[in-house]
């Protein structure tokens, strides 16, 4: 079929406008961010047919962008059952701990709740000069000097040697007797006495003398020993045996004062009572000062 000439003029007029403005419009978009971004992107996956039309071609979202949602929250920390028992430690962990500071603090206190002894008396000799008076005798009443030597194996076991010198105190005591009451007294006369003693110190202690702490042991001293009397020549010596109570009050390292009763009892016969023996008792006060040997002492743990 042939077209006229006249009417393949007319749609060449008709369709050339509409390729200009196609052509303008094509140039005035920018699609080399388009190729680049195309290229650097991988490819998308299979894509639903409803995204593609929504982005209006060309990779171009035309749509308004949906409003970024929230994130979700987060789920609260789970608390397990060591997490718990760590919380409730925590306070005894507080505690202990401040006890350990408090034990550190005592420790390193010059004042001990519990002190060691000032005066160590173990492994150290003790020489006493003393003197006595005997209490109990009104009618022959006896005094002198006397000299102890201790040797202490432990703090509260010594084992001593004691002498002591006995002297009469002259009185009127026994001559009224005799006039007055016609009494036959024995006339028991000692002179010396030497004993073998065993010293116990269970009791130690400590005490405020001229506002300063002086420390003390009590102990408890007992042995045998011998009397020489008068009668030495006839009879020889006389056992005896004693007991007593004591005291030392320390006044530095190496000096103490010592307060003692001690009993001692021995049989004697004395010349006016027939040659007939008798039970002599001699309760006597003594007071001596200790010196020991070496001056000073050492603490061992």
């Not at 432990?154 to 001559?175: F, K, T």
């Not at 009791?203 to 030495?232: M, P, Q, R, W």
């Not at 003692?260 to 006016?272: A, L």
């Amino acid at each position: 079929m042939r077209f006229p000439n006249s009417l393949v003029a007319l749609l060449a007029a008709l369709l050339f406008p509409l390729g200009a403005s196609a052509q303008t419009t094509f140039d005035g978009l920018d699609l080399s961010g388009l190729s680049e971004n195309t290229e650097s992107q991988p490819p998308a996956t299979d894509t639903p047919a409803a995204d593609q039309n929504a982005s209006g071609g060309f990779g171009l979202d035309l749509n308004d962008p949906a409003p970024s949602e929230p994130p979700p929250p987060e789920p609260p920390p789970t608390v397990t059952a060591s997490d718990s028992d760590k919380t409730k430690e925590l306070p005894e962990v507080q505690a202990l701990e401040g006890r350990l500071r408090e034990i550190e603090l005592t420790a390193d206190d010059r004042v001990k709740s519990v002190q060691v002894r000032s005066f160590l008396k173990q492994g150290r000799f003790e020489l006493m000069p003393s003197v006595f008076v005997a209490l109990n005798d009104s009618f022959f009443p006896k005094y002198g000097p006397g000299l102890r030597l201790t040797y202490h194996v432990h703090e509260s076991l010594g084992v001593a040697l004691r002498g002591n010198q006995y002297n009469l105190i002259p009185n009127d005591n026994v001559r009224l007797a005799k006039r007055q009451l016609r009494a036959q007294l024995p006339d028991v006369q000692p002179e010396w006495s030497v004993a073998l003693d065993v010293i116990w110190s269970p009791f130690y202690g400590k005490t405020t003398l001229f506002n300063a702490i002086s420390h003390f042991d009590l102990y408890i001293v007992g042995g045998l020993g011998t009397v020489l009397t008068e009668t030495l020549e006839e009879d020889g010596v006389m056992l005896s045996t004693h007991i007593g109570l004591g005291g030392r009050l320390s006044l530095n390292d190496f000096l103490a004062l010592d307060l003692s009763f001690i009993e001692t009892v021995y049989t004697d016969r004395p010349h006016n009572n027939g040659d007939k023996g008798v039970v002599q008792h001699i309760l006597s006060i003594n007071l001596g000062l200790s010196v020991f040997i070496p001056f000073s002492f050492e603490y061992k743990e």
